[in-house]
């Protein structure tokens, strides 16, 4: 199916929203999940949003910035990804590996650009500082989203507008003369989220907390078997029995969640009962780690 121009113009005006978001509001829009969430939800399906996103959030979960560091925009790479796996019909996995991931990388510079031209109105605030003009400083603080938001709208409009033959051409050539490529840019796909794990763990503080760790993969591991067998006998039973009408449920997210806040609780409070570090001591372990959450 053909992207319409509602279409277009709804995911443009999230991606010039969802850095400003990031940058000011933090309501957690700006996250990837959210964008293939809102991005589904334009496309009329949500499914394939939720797993591009997701995916594309867990890649991302290690990255992070320091400073003023520009970072990869996963929230523009899914939404593109999301748009274009949806109307062309394309498998999620492909769209992450050949969609997603390269213009989340290619965002970087249009990270710089927007970077550079807000200077503009920084200086003009400068010297309105110089003259007590607080007027002209609110002017040219909000006139200084203009940069950020067109640093995301500008690359997405133009992609959804005139990428859809380009995308489609891939698709065709992905899934026909070179389906071996586009099968291992699947397999590729699937694996990212992996990746953004394991670039997590590296800079958590495993080693000191690897009880936590294990104890959390082994009972979502177990609920997930337990509950997911539990679910598929119920459904056994149903086509079996024509009166069986209960529905067995798998296990909620919301459970393995609070497993998770229990434990980050537990984490908490052993972190925070040793005593504070005395004037002038560092607050870095032996082994390098920082014990706080201030970089």
């Known amino acids: 199916m053909a992207i319409q121009w509602w279409q ?6 999230y991606a010039g929203y969802q850095i400003l978001d990031e940058l000011t509001v933090y309501s957690s829009m700006s996250s990837a999940v959210f964008a293939g969430l809102f991005a589904g939800l334009v496309m009329g399906d949500i ?5 591009i996103g997701g995916s594309m959030q867990l890649t991302v979960l290690g990255v992070g910035t320091f400073g003023g560091a520009s970072r990869i925009d996963a929230n523009s790479g899914t939404v593109l990804a999301t748009a274009f796996s949806i109307a062309l019909g394309w498998d999620p996995e492909q769209a992450i590996a050949t969609i997603a991931v390269p213009v989340a990388a290619l965002m970087i510079q249009m990270d710089i650009l927007g970077r550079f031209a807000n200077t503009f109105f920084a200086h003009r605030i400068d010297a309105h500082i110089e003259n007590f003009d607080y007027k002209a400083i609110e002017r040219n603080y909000l006139a200084g989203a203009l940069p ?4 995301r709208m500008l ?16 698709v065709a050539i992905l899934n026909g003369d070179l389906k071996w490529l586009g099968d291992g840019l699947s397999v ?7 990746v953004g794990f394991a670039i997590l763990l590296r800079y958590l503080p495993v080693k000191k907390h690897f009880p936590y760790l294990i104890l959390g993969f082994v009972i979502t591991a177990l609920f997930t078997t337990l509950f997911g067998n539990i679910q598929l006998l119920g459904a056994n039973v ?17 459970a ?5 806040f229990a434990l980050a609780a537990m984490s908490y409070k052993n972190n925070h009962a040793t005593p504070a570090p005395t004037q002038g001591t560092s607050n870095a372990s032996a082994e390098g780690e920082i014990d706080d959450d201030e970089i």
């Open 238 to 254: 149903a086509s079996v029995v024509e009166e069986y009408s209960a529905v067995l449920n798998g296990l909620p997210m919301l």
């Open 148 to 151: 950020w938001a067109l640093s």
């Open 47 to 51: 499914k394939t949003g939720l797993l």
């Open 188 to 194: 590729a796909g699937a694996v990212l989220p992996a």
């Open 155 to 170: 690359p997405v409009f133009l992609a959804l507008a005139f990428g859809g033959d380009l995308v489609e051409n891939v």
């Open 256 to 260: 393995i969640a609070l497993i998770g």
């Open 8 to 13: 277009i113009l709804l995911l443009s005006l």
